[in-house]
């Protein structure tokens, strides 16, 4: 799968709808930290998180004739605001199942974007399995919350951004739920890196592929050091590494990688 031009894509498509957001350094935080910490707020996105980018970046790539059947997707809140989202947007039905226990300001969100809402399932496990059985049902365009190339790659579009604004970030830290910002946040750096020079706005220019990974930088790294960033292949692949990397991740003072963690530049997001 050709990601550089995923991501690339992702950027330009999501761009009418979708400011950069602001990247803010705190002196508290990076005292209490010990290392410079600026944090990306994607909570000032119009749906209050980073999904977003994806959402509009999936919606917006679809046929005519698979915007028509309409979408349904599974979600305990961010995911779902993103799809309802983006249908409106671009004039899409949408249909969003949830849990039973789902955060009540979060489900209204979404009703507010217009979205249908099904209730069902003790947890998003259940949620999810039905959602699929009625999506065959109704004849809609399954959305999965994590396992989707374009919304990794819309998501991806995070790190674009961190890197243009500050080229010299180490480590990228990003939470962990479905997977989409831990899948997609690697492969942007990896593309910010290939663009050469990080802040141009278009591909093509040589690849300094490696380069990262030989200087034991990158957006994580593993009990030896070295930037462990996710190969390029199947997004469930990606999806699912992600929680296996959280366990190898040891903060941004990894030993062996970046000495002292006072001379870390650390960005955490989407926050």
């Known amino acids: 799968m050709d990601w550089m031009k995923l991501i690339w894509e992702a950027r330009r498509r999501i761009a009418p709808y979708l400011q950069p957001t602001p ?25 209050g998180a980073f999904k977003v980018r994806g959402g509009i970046n999936l919606i917006g790539s679809m046929p005519e004739q698979e915007k028509a059947l309409g979408v349904i997707t599974a979600s305990t809140g961010n995911h779902g605001q993103s799809i309802a989202y983006a249908s409106r947007l671009f004039g899409v039905r949408s ?20 979205a249908e809402i099904v209730i069902h399932g003790s947890d998003f496990d259940e949620t999810r399995e039905y959602v699929e059985r009625l999506a065959a049902e109704r004849g809609m365009r399954y959305i999965h ?12 579009t995070i790190a674009l951004e961190v890197l243009e604004e500050l080229p010299e970030a180490e480590v990228l830290i990003c939470p962990v739920g479905g997977g989409s910002s831990c899948a997609g946040a690697p492969l942007g750096e990896s593309e910010a890196v290939r663009s050469g020079g990080r802040g141009r706005n278009a591909p093509g220019h040589s690849p300094v592929p490696g380069q990262s990974a030989r200087s034991g930088r ?27 990397r959280r366990e190898r991740f040891q903060g941004p003072s990894c030993p062996g990688a970046y000495g002292s963690p006072s001379l870390v530049k650390v960005a955490i997001g989407p926050h």
Do not use: F
Request: negative net charge; charged residues 20%; contains cysteine.
């Open 218 to 244: 990158g957006s994580g790294c593993g009990p030896s050091g070295r930037r462990d960033q996710m190969r390029a292949g199947d997004p469930r692949q990606e999806s699912r590494s992600v929680h296996e």
């Open 23 to 47: 990247l803010y350094s705190y002196p508290l935080l990076s005292d209490l930290v010990g290392a410079e910490i600026h944090v990306k707020h994607e909570n000032h996105q119009p749906t």
């Open 145 to 156: 919350p994590a396992n989707e190339p374009l919304l990794i790659a819309g998501v991806a």
């Open 95 to 114: 249909v969003i199942g949830v849990p039973e226990n789902c955060n009540p300001s979060k489900l209204a969100a979404m009703k507010s974007w217009g």
